[in-house]
Structure formats: structure tokens, C-alpha cells
């Protein structure tokens, strides 16, 4: 997500941070290649001339140009304009007070709305809401087979039946979810390849017929601005009121993200990370600028650790490390919460610093590099895990052949093993006040 842009970003501001003094000129050939980078990236042409005339507004001050850390007022300011270019906060689901409430999903044809409605209604699930899918997609044949093999994958109920008219396929959905119990019903409309006007008259005639506490156009990212386009087409006629973002994991650029809020005045609520039906989170301007930047999303990397890892679990892996009794058994258990997690590439992205570590290529890593370290540690006793200095030549030839690995594979597991638990020890040393403990990692040397 990003990375292209973040990358650029960071040259940019690096050059501005090998100047003594900055003067007017500096900053001015900084927001000229600023610019140049939106523009690679995408961004509304409209949107980059206002966001670099803020910037400049704010950057060639007397304040900032005499200050003594020109530099990094100039990145707070590209940081603060960047956040408000966004939408400045999170902004939450509306609910009404008649239940249910009513979300319904509109955008083209292969956008994402039906797989986006199945991660909206499992998202709704984990926040304690009770929510039924429907699809009022009656021109399509495949549409409400496709919103039952979503719900059924996503562990959802959904309503379908053979009526004729959308209008009928809501009155039908409303009995049910009122009968039911259901608090919201998230509604997936009828898309099209192209806009025209029977998609919108249809569209309105639901809004009018539902009365939605929400209507969430869905963007997909990788199409760019062509996105923005249709997003302000749809807002003219229905006047949405957010937007999810889906495919944001992808190929994007970054132009749709930066542009859909200035270009429809409207919030971006969520975005899609992932082909899961857990890859769907709250936006949150802040974070996202975070990552843009290369600073890392800390926040959100807490949330995903809080829902894969059991609280009273967690409590005894830090007194274990605290005891120094941390062994391959506990190291493979905290393999398999980084799993559920999500893609390991996603969630290095979120640690700060990590796109300035040397030769560190984040598409590299792959899943199944994890994967074999759990075989390896799988092929293990329960004696050995729990004690791997007992392992031997003949042992480790053992454990290669029952995880088809080689003898050089386990050696450098073991010996990452030692060198993660000589980690935890200066940890634990530093926690304590000791003078004299060293990182064993050099990018961590304070350059």
C-alpha cells in the first residue's frame, strides 16, 4: 500500500534534510517534486495545485524558515495538510434509531460490493451488531447465488428469493430481518459496466423506498481516478454518504485515496487490505498518512495483535521472557498468532522504519518462509522444543528429513533461535537499568 509513493516521499525529504539552512528556493524545488509525485501517483490534478499552494503557504513562513528544525516543520506541515486532504478524522457508521438500519452498497460492476458486503457484515458482526445480507440484483443470474456464497463464507445469514423487481426483494428482506431480529441489513445493489441513467433511477427509487442510514459508494482503488469520476457521479444523484475503498493491498498508486475525499466532499469510512472477509478496516486518516510517510501504523498493528492474541496467553509469554524461559514451543505458538494476524507483508508494513531498513524488500517475504520454520519446529519432540540444546547432529538430521528441509535450514533456525533469546536477556537487562547491554541487531545502532 503505498509503496511507491512512500518511497518517493522519503528522497524527497532527505535531500530537503542535507541543507545546513533552508531557504525559500529549497522548499520551493521540495514542492515541485512533491507535486511531480502526486502526480505519478494519480491524484486529481485539481486536488495537488490546491494541496502544494497550502503547503507553500505554511512552509515559507518566517516561523518555519528561522526555526531550528526547518526541516521538520516542513514534513509536519506535508503530514498536517496530508491528514486534512483525507478528511481530517474517522468517521463512524450511522446508525438510525429505527431498527434495522439500513446500509446500502452502490458502485460499477466489479468494483468489490459483494465481496465488500460480506467483510461489512462480519466487521458489523465483531463490533456486536447483528446484520443480514441481501442483494436486490434481480437482472443478474448469478447475483443471489453470489450473495449466498458470500454470506456463507463470511458465516453470515442472507435473504434471497426469485422476486422480480428490487423493490420487492427489499419489502421481502425487511419482513425477514424484522422477524429475525436483525439490526442491520446491508443491502447490495445492482451494478453496471458502465453509469447510466436506469442504473441511477433504480438506485434512487431504493433510497427513496428504504430511507438508508448509510449509502456507501464503493471505489476500487486500482482503477485510479476513473474511481473519483464515478464516485462524483453517483454522490450527484444519490448523495452518498461515505466511501469504502477496496483493493487498497493492491497495485494502487494512491491517487483514488488522496483524491475521493476533496473531489466528493464525502468520508472515506472504510478500506479493503486483503481478499479476506477480515481485510476490511476503519479508515483512519491519521494512520494511513503514517504509512504514507514511513512511519509506520503502531495503532492499528496493537488492534490486530489484540484480536489474535489471548490476553491471559499474552501475560504468560512476558513472564516467561521475563524469566528468560522463552523456548522453540512458546516461539512456534507466537508463529501461529502472526498468521492470524494476516499477510506477514502487511503486517511489517505497519512497524515504523521498516521501509528504510537496508535491502529489506517486503515483497520477498514470503508466508511460507513461516510456514517452514513451524515444520521444522513441528518435527520436533515436545523435549526438544522445550530444551533445543539437546539437539545433536543425528537429531537435527532427523527433524530435516521430517520437515523436508535440509540439515543448513534447521542450523539456522537454531542458531536464530540463540540469538533471539540472547535479544530477550539485553532486554531484560536494559529494563532493569543495567548499563553495558547491546542490540545484537546493527540497524538498531543509533545511526
Same mark, same amino acid.
Given at each position: 500500500?503505498?509503496?511507491?509513493?512512500?518511497?518517493?516521499?522519503?528522497?524527497?525529504?532527505?535531500?530537503?534534510?542535507?541543507?545546513?539552512?533552508?531557504?525559500?528556493?529549497?522548499?520551493?524545488?521540495?514542492?515541485?517534486?512533491?507535486?511531480?509525485?502526486?502526480?505519478?501517483?494519480?491524484?486529481?490534478?485539481?486536488?495537488?495545485?490546491?494541496?502544494?499552494?497550502?503547503?507553500?503557504?505554511?512552509?515559507?513562513?518566517?516561523?518555519?524558515?528561522?526555526?531550528?528544525?526547518?526541516?521538520?516543520?516542513?514534513?509536519?506541515?506535508?503530514?498536517?495538510?496530508?491528514?486534512?486532504?483525507?478528511?481530517?478524522?474517522?468517521?463512524?457508521?450511522?446508525? !438510525?434509531?429505527?431498527?434495522?438500519?439500513?446500509?446500502?452498497?452502490?458502485?460499477?460492476?466489479?468494483?468489490?460490493?459483494?465481496?465488500?458486503?460480506?467483510?461489512?457484515?462480519?466487521?458489523?458482526?465483531?463490533?456486536?451488531?447483528?446484520?443480514?445480507?441481501?442483494?436486490?440484483?434481480?437482472?443478474?443470474?448469478?447475483?443471489?447465488?453470489?450473495?449466498?456464497?458470500?454470506?456463507?463464507?463470511?458465516?453470515?445469514?442472507?435473504?434471497?428469493?426469485?422476486?422480480?423487481?428490487?423493490?420487492?426483494?427489499?419489502?421481502?428482506?425487511?419482513?425477514?430481518?424484522?422477524?429475525?431480529?436483525?439490526?442491520?441489513?446491508?443491502?447490495?445493489?445492482?451494478?453496471?459496466?458502465?453509469?447510466?441513467?436506469?442504473?441511477?433511477?433504480?438506485? !434512487?427509487?431504493?433510497?427513496?423506498?428504504?430511507?438508508?442510514?448509510?449509502?456507501?459508494?464503493?471505489?476500487?482503488?486500482?482503477?485510479?481516478?476513473?474511481?473519483?469520476?464515478?464516485?462524483?457521479?453517483?454522490?450527484?444523484?444519490?448523495?452518498?454518504?461515505?466511501?469504502?475503498?477496496?483493493?487498497?493491498?493492491?497495485?494502487?498508486?494512491?491517487?483514488?485515496?488522496?483524491?475521493?475525499?476533496?473531489?466528493?466532499?464525502?468520508?472515506?469510512?472504510?478500506?479493503?487490505?486483503?481478499?479476506?472477509?477480515?481485510?476490511?478496516?476503519?479508515?483512519?486518516?491519521?494512520?494511513?498518512?503514517?504509512?504514507?510517510?514511513?512511519?509506520?501504523?503502531?495503532?492499528?498493528?496493537?488492534?490486530?495483535?489484540?484480536?489474535?492474541?489471548?490476553?491471559?496467553?499474552?501475560?504468560?509469554?512476558?513472564?516467561?521472557?521475563?524469566?528468560?524461559?522463552?523456548?522453540?514451543?512458546?516461539?512456534?505458538?507466537?508463529?501461529?498468532?502472526?498468521?492470524?494476524?494476516?499477510?506477514?507483508?502487511?503486517?511489517?508494513?505497519?512497524?515504523?522504519?521498516?521501509?528504510?531498513?537496508?535491502?529489506?524488500?517486503?515483497?520477498?517475504?514470503?508466508?511460507?518462509?513461516?510456514?517452514?520454520?513451524?515444520?521444522?519446529?513441528?518435527?520436533?519432540?515436545?523435549?526438544?522444543?522445550?530444551?533445543?540444546?539437546?539437539?545433536?547432529?543425528?537429531?537435527?538430521?532427523?527433524?530435516?528429513?521430517?520437515?523436508?528441509?535440509?540439515?543448513?535450514?534447521?542450523?539456522?533456525?537454531?542458531?536464530?533461535?540463540?540469538?533471539?533469546?540472547?535479544?530477550?536477556?539485553?532486554?531484560?537487562?536494559?529494563?532493569?537499568?543495567?548499563?553495558?547491554?547491546?542490540?545484537?541487531?546493527?540497524?538498531?545502532?543509533?545511526?
Amino acid at each position: 500500500m503505498f509503496e511507491r509513493l512512500t518511497e518517493r516521499l522519503e528522497q524527497v525529504f532527505k535531500r530537503l534534510r542535507g541543507y545546513g539552512k533552508l531557504k525559500e528556493h529549497h522548499i520551493d524545488e521540495a514542492l515541485r517534486q512533491i507535486k511531480v509525485v502526486l502526480l505519478e501517483a494519480d491524484v486529481n490534478f485539481k486536488v495537488v495545485r490546491e494541496f502544494i499552494a497550502k503547503v507553500s503557504d505554511k512552509s515559507l513562513g518566517e516561523r518555519v524558515l528561522e526555526s531550528f528544525t526547518p526541516t521538520q516543520q516542513v514534513v509536519k506541515i506535508v503530514r498536517d495538510e496530508l491528514i486534512e486532504l483525507l478528511g481530517g478524522e474517522k468517521s463512524d457508521l450511522i446508525f !438510525s434509531s429505527k431498527i434495522p438500519s439500513i446500509f446500502m452498497l452502490v458502485g460499477l460492476q466489479g468494483c468489490g460490493k459483494t465481496t465488500t458486503a460480506g467483510k461489512l457484515g462480519k466487521w458489523l458482526r465483531k463490533t456486536n451488531h447483528s446484520p443480514l445480507l441481501v442483494s436486490t440484483d434481480v437482472q443478474r443470474p448469478a447475483a443471489q447465488e453470489q450473495i449466498r456464497v458470500v454470506a456463507e463464507e463470511s458465516g453470515l445469514p442472507a435473504f434471497s428469493d426469485n422476486s422480480s423487481s428490487p423493490l420487492e426483494v427489499c419489502h421481502n428482506s425487511m419482513k425477514m430481518a424484522k422477524q429475525g431480529g436483525y439490526d442491520v441489513v446491508v443491502v447490495d445493489t445492482a451494478g453496471r459496466m458502465h453509469i447510466n441513467k436506469d442504473l441511477m433511477d433504480e438506485l !434512487s427509487i431504493l433510497k427513496k423506498e428504504l430511507r438508508p442510514a448509510e449509502i456507501l459508494f464503493v471505489a476500487d482503488a486500482m482503477t485510479g481516478q476513473d474511481a473519483v469520476k464515478s464516485a462524483k457521479v453517483f454522490n450527484e444523484n444519490l448523495d452518498v454518504t461515505g466511501i469504502i475503498l477496496t483493493k487498497l493491498d493492491g497495485d494502487a498508486r494512491g491517487g483514488a485515496a488522496l483524491s475521493i475525499k476533496s473531489v466528493t466532499e464525502k468520508p472515506i469510512k472504510f478500506i479493503g487490505i486483503g481478499e479476506r472477509y477480515d481485510d476490511l478496516e476503519p479508515f483512519y486518516p491519521e494512520r494511513i498518512v503514517s504509512r504514507i510517510l514511513g512511519m509506520g501504523d503502531v495503532l492499528s498493528l496493537i488492534e490486530k495483535a489484540e484480536e489474535a492474541i489471548d490476553r491471559k496467553e499474552a501475560q504468560d509469554l512476558e513472564e516467561k521472557i521475563r524469566k528468560e524461559s522463552f523456548t522453540l514451543e512458546d516461539f512456534r505458538s507466537q508463529l501461529r498468532h502472526i498468521e492470524r494476524m494476516g499477510p506477514l507483508t502487511q503486517i511489517l508494513s505497519l512497524f515504523p522504519g521498516v521501509s528504510k531498513l537496508k535491502g529489506m524488500d517486503l515483497s520477498e517475504i514470503s508466508e511460507g518462509d513461516l510456514k517452514r520454520i513451524e515444520a521444522i519446529i513441528n518435527s520436533m519432540t515436545i523435549e526438544e522444543r522445550l530444551n533445543h540444546t539437546i539437539i545433536n547432529g543425528s537429531r537435527r538430521k532427523r527433524i530435516a528429513r521430517g520437515s523436508g528441509t535440509s540439515v543448513q535450514e534447521v542450523n539456522q533456525l537454531l542458531r536464530q533461535f540463540d540469538q533471539t533469546k540472547k535479544m530477550i536477556k539485553q532486554l531484560n537487562l536494559i529494563s532493569q537499568g543495567k548499563r553495558g547491554a547491546k542490540l545484537p541487531f546493527p540497524f538498531f545502532d543509533g545511526n
